[in-house]
């Protein structure tokens, strides 16, 4: 055990935190086993180490982050480990890459059951069923989604400055004066566009080449987060991986799961499943109409994140593209996205109508939110794309 304490003592010590993630005070910190899930490359293990460095001090043994790589616990059970660190006097356990892990959650809610004096924060992928009704983790775990950075969280490491998040009703009612006090310090636009090719993943901060990074992380997702979770044989990963490119690269609308499902040899059925993987490995997004969800056929599929786009069609990627992909990832974190009847973009709770485009099309409808690229500063109901990325 020794070992670990040594390792968790350096990560503390030598965490490089540029920004500080806001879901650290959005958790509450008192229950005892709480699970923050996110996909691949958002930061999951460097939130685990800076949630140790604000609570603990480096060399404060009641608290210990391990990681379940370390070839050791392919001989020693968590339990076993969680036990013997609590007779230690350990009260705080954080475990990262939980998956990797056989019967993780089974042993988790051993912990839970029988270390009532031990706290585990564990992190994992976005593909892991904590709330399942069938999981021995049900009525137990507390889980929480860690994201990748928001356009205000981009603005904030490229300019130094702080800025607040803001709700959608705040945005809707007040966008005119929040607009005017940040491009009083700054201006957007500026940045936009880099957020949209690099901005959502950390790991951009890295002294890497950003897009090989990128194209790294989202093959291990597949290989890693979807065949090893849903126990996929490793044969089928060209066909996943063919049909995430096919459906990035083709235009925006309802998919044709017949057409697709020839072209990877596979049934319709097969196809939908692997679009529901992909959706859960937080690749891709699905948008239903209202009262409608998987496993119907969704009316349209996005990217989950611009930087995707760029990922996969590496040229020619539209602008339109971007700016709802963009808008419905900085919105879904808190609010319920469908697609609108109202021939607008999207339906937001079951009663704001999103049309997102560089400008107003047809009669103006006072019953639609016009988000529009390109400008600072917006009126009445139309409201700058950028200060959608203020939500968080």
Known sequence: MESFYRTHQYLVEHIDMPLRRKLIDNINWNDRLIGIKGSRGVGKTSFLIQYAKEKFSADDRECLYINLNNFYFTVRTIQDFANEFRLKGGKVLLIDQIFKYPNWASELAYCYDNYPDLQIIFAGSSVLRLKDEHSPLAGKVISY???GFSFREFLELQTGYKFESYSLNEIFQHHQDIAQKITSQVRPLAYLDDYFHHGFYP??????????????????MLEVDVLSIYQIELS???????LLYLLSV???GSPNV????TDIETSRATVMNYIKYLKD???INMLYPEKEDFPKKPVRLYLQNPNLLYATRMINVERQALRETFLYNQLQKDYKVNA????????????????????????FNSDIYYVIDGIEAGERKVIPLWLFGFLY
């Open 203 to 220: 790991f951009h901060l890295e002294k890497r080449n950003f897009s090989e990074n990128l194209l790294k992380t989202m093959n291990m």
């Open 258 to 261: 017949s057409q697709l499902s």
């Open 250 to 252: 083709t235009s925006q």
């Open 145 to 147: 989604n860690l994201r």
């Open 340 to 363: 609108s009847e109202n021939g607008c973009h999207f339906l937001v709770n079951g009663k704001y109508h999103l049309s997102v485009g560089e400008q107003i099309r047809g009669k």
């Open 236 to 242: 089928y990963l060209p066909k996943l991986r063919k």
């Open 281 to 283: 490995a937080r690749l």
